[in-house]
């Protein structure tokens, strides 16, 4: 793994009240030792994720839109609000990855017919195919070799069966030791990756936690096993 340390630079930022150091989670962040190469992150919508994520992405070079360093195409890349005041530290540096928004894998698709480069992801236009699909043939054609892959909610477009195949594809890559990954997510499925590191955004701030200790884990669970109760109550 590559990515060791994500820290939050104090020059009065930290008592702003403007986006982003008014998310409690950024302004409480001084920084985060990433330990292992599968780090999630998550929490409530709106805890900071993927303010976060955006901005590790510019930092990394990769277009703010979703993409890689190549992928320097012309959409309305979001602000990375964060990115001036953030210090990443490698260990090596690694330049090759990619950063994933589900929201703008659309444009990204437009993008890759535009240059003309579907042989590198299966040989059909990622518009001709699924939206799970094409994820999954991004995942497998364009992963590889040593690289920091940066993925914000990429559950959107899988199938549960689906997602099982994701955690495959991401196994196999972590076995190579040439790839990390730092995934926002709120698929309990794709939590309960082996031995990864959790970071739980919320008004606290940003903390470690366990797959059990994830609403995730727990209202999924508690759903499963007595969804009856769990609407009763939710409906009464
Ligand atoms: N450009 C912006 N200007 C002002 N506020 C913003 C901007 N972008 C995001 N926010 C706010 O910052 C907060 C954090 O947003 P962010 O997108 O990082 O959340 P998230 O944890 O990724 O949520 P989700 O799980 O819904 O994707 C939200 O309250 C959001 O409304
Ligand atoms: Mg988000």
């Not at 590198?120 to 892959?149: D, M």
């Not at 200790?213 to 669970?221: G, L, M, P, S």
């Amino acid at each position: 793994m590559f990515l060791k340390r994500v820290k939050l630079l104090r020059e009065g930022n930290n008592l702003s009240h403007t986006y982003p150091y008014s998310i409690p989670a950024i302004k409480q962040l001084d920084e985060l030792e990433l330990t292992n190469p599968v780090t999630f992150f998550v929490g409530e919508n709106g805890s900071g994720k993927s303010t976060l994520m955006e901005a590790i992405a510019d930092i990394c070079g990769f277009n703010t839109a979703g993409g890689g360093r190549n992928n320097t195409y012309d959409l309305e890349a979001s602000e990375a609000a964060l990115s001036d005041h953030i210090r990443l530290s490698w260990l090596p540096k690694v330049t090759n990855g990619f950063f994933l928004r589900a929201e703008s894998f659309y444009h990204f698709a437009s993008h890759i017919d535009d240059i003309g480069s579907i042989q590198a992801y299966g040989g059909r236009s990622l518009h001709h195919q699924s939206h799970g699909e094409a994820f999954l043939s991004l995942f497998q054609n364009r992963f590889g070799g040593k690289a920091i892959y940066l993925l914000d909610e990429p559950e959107a477009a899988l199938s549960p069966q689906r997602q099982l195949t994701f955690l495959r594809i991401i196994h196999d890559l972590e076995k190579s030791g040439e790839v990390q990954f730092i995934i926002a997510t709120h698929s309990p499925i794709l939590l309960g990756y082996p031995e990864a590191e959790i970071f739980h955004f919320s008004e606290d701030g940003i903390r470690s936690i366990d797959y059990e200790e994830t609403e995730h884990y727990q209202i999924t669970r508690g759903f499963l096993e007595n969804r009856e109760g769990y609407l009763k109550h939710l409906f009464q």
